[in-house]
């Protein structure tokens, strides 16, 4: 039976509710500071903490609640005869209730605070009377969700009592919690790049429609510490979203972010389609919906400027699953909702990842974000690229970070014309890609050429100029059969496979 309750919370919300609730069958409620004004003013009998402990707050808050009078009378056993005897030689009363939520350390972490600030929303005293409560459930009823509430207070008044799988629940969810908690503060305090320990903090904004395929079940968790493209987004229209059109947008948002120019990017199972720079949005859009009109459909469609409605109206001539841009004009998002399906997403921040996690069986891989673009621009060629070509070759190395390995590019003016990826022979990509972009004056590699068969290949094609990573024992061949057809060739001396 509930015969007292300590509640201390950052977030009001919903307490008044249950502390009256409380009052009301007689359980005897302890609080703390700005909570326990709260409910003084709004008429609810309480108890302030030093009043159970003897000892005033102190160190401006910092230390209320870690005191023996408050561990004491949450973590005794109360079936363990020693564990009721010392408390009660001690004059320790048992709490039998914690409802406590934290300082909000994930939202202040991520705004622009001076860094001593931030570390005054480390809660210190919340998390360990959560964890005190959350060991000792079977006894002690433990609450850190305002939406819980309602739960606790329907099963006191149908049974009298919380059920013991109700309070394993929420025992799990302080824990769940407060690890998440401590590690948003490891990362924001450690300084190493890969420390002993990896410590993930996320929360779930949501449940999709369905994982990579319609019988896999899937949910979707944002950093609680850092930002990000893909958690400040608004969604303004259509279906739902699945795991694969979060992919997706990943993709196509970060393609468009490598260029400064105005950029779209047409993208289809999580490989690029077709990618423009334009004079206008709309000029971007028809030059890399032209690249590849049949993967296009059904496709990703981002863009790195407000859209406005001439390109709406372009955009709406097929299907799309997403449309991605930074802003709409209301012209536009009239248009593109005539099209009800249409996930329309505002993007409103440009990709932030440092990391990279791939999940395998039984760990986690984890890599510095591919970040960069290339170390050097050295011709190897007797003959050197031209600057609208170099220019071009610039542009395809910027698209082909984001094809899948191995990827080749070919591009004119600006615009890819033929892409091909995620074949597991490069000689295969670079045909598809050529064939596909019969006007393509460069091309782009994701790496290295082992053989000169791709610039044979180029050469059949009027390919200009190549542009690759370099660093093959046979990086001479490859330059040997460059000069004997008049290509010119730059190295970068970085590589970006993308499996």
Not at 44 to 60: A, C, K, P, W
Not at 173 to 178: A, S
Not at 336 to 343: A, D, I, Q, S
Not at 452 to 479: C, F, M, T
Request: include cysteine.
């Amino acid at each position: 039976m509930l015969k007292r309750a300590l509640i201390s919370v950052f977030d009001k919300n919903g307490v008044l509710d249950l502390a009256k609730f409380l009052v009301n069958r007689g359980v005897e409620i302890i609080s703390t500071g700005g909570t326990y004004r709260y409910l003084k003013e709004n008429g609810i009998d309480v108890i302030e903490v030093n009043q159970v402990t003897g000892f005033d707050e102190i160190l401006d808050g910092r230390v209320k609640t870690l005191n023996p009078y408050i561990h004491g009378g949450i973590l005794a056993i109360r079936d363990k005869e020693s564990h009721m005897e010392t408390i009660k030689e001690k004059g320790i009363t048992p709490i039998d209730m914690i409802v406590v939520n934290l300082y909000p350390f994930f939202n202040k972490v991520q705004e622009d605070l001076a860094f001593e600030e931030k570390v005054e929303f480390i809660d210190i005293g919340g998390p360990t009377m959560l964890r005190s409560a959350a060991k000792n459930f079977k006894d002690v009823i433990v609450l850190t969700k305002v939406e819980d509430y309602e739960k606790i207070i329907s099963q006191i008044e149908e049974n009298g009592d919380v059920s013991f799988k109700t309070r394993k629940e929420l025992a799990g969810k302080v824990f769940n919690l407060t690890s998440a908690y401590d590690a948003a503060i490891s990362n924001f305090l450690l300084d190493e790049e890969y420390p002993e320990y990896l410590s993930l903090s996320y929360k779930k904004m949501m449940d999709l429609r369905y994982g990579e395929n319609p019988h896999q079940t899937s949910a979707y968790y944002v950093s609680t510490y850092e930002r990000g493209a893909m958690k400040n987004f608004q969604q303004l229209n259509g279906k739902e979203l699945s795991y694969n059109n979060i992919k997706d947008m990943d993709i196509a948002w970060k393609t468009v972010w490598e260029f400064d120019e105005i950029a779209c990017c047409g993208l289809k199972h999580n490989s690029p389609c077709g990618v423009a720079i334009g004079e206008t949005v709309c000029d971007a859009y028809k030059k890399a919906y032209s690249c590849d009109p049949v993967s296009i459909f059904g496709g990703i469609i981002a863009v790195n400027r407000t859209l406005d409605k001439e390109t709406a109206e372009e955009i709406v001539k097929i299907f799309s699953e997403i449309v991605i841009a930074p802003d709409f004009t209301e012209e536009a998002l009239e248009v593109l909702k005539t099209k009800k399906n249409l996930r329309v997403i505002k993007g409103e921040q440009v990709p932030k990842d440092k990391v990279e996690l791939v999940k395998v069986d039984g760990g986690i891989l984890v890599q510095s974000a591919d970040d960069k673009l290339l170390n050097e621009t050295k011709v190897v060629t007797e003959k050197a690229p031209t600057e609208e070509e170099m220019k071009d070759l610039i542009f395809g190395m910027k698209v082909v970070k984001y094809v899948k390995s191995n990827a080749i590019v070919v591009v004119k003016d600006g615009k890819a014309v033929g892409i091909a990826g995620g074949q597991v022979n490069r000689i295969w990509a670079a045909t598809q890609a050529l064939e596909r972009g019969e006007e393509g004056v460069i091309l782009a590699s994701d790496a290295f050429f082992p053989f000169g068969d791709v610039v044979e290949e180029a050469a059949k094609h009027n390919i200009k100029a190549i542009i690759q990573p370099g660093g093959s024992l046979k990086d001479q061949e490859s330059i040997d059969e460059c000069n004997k057809n008049g290509i010119s060739m730059v190295f970068t001396g970085m590589r970006h496979f993308k499996h």
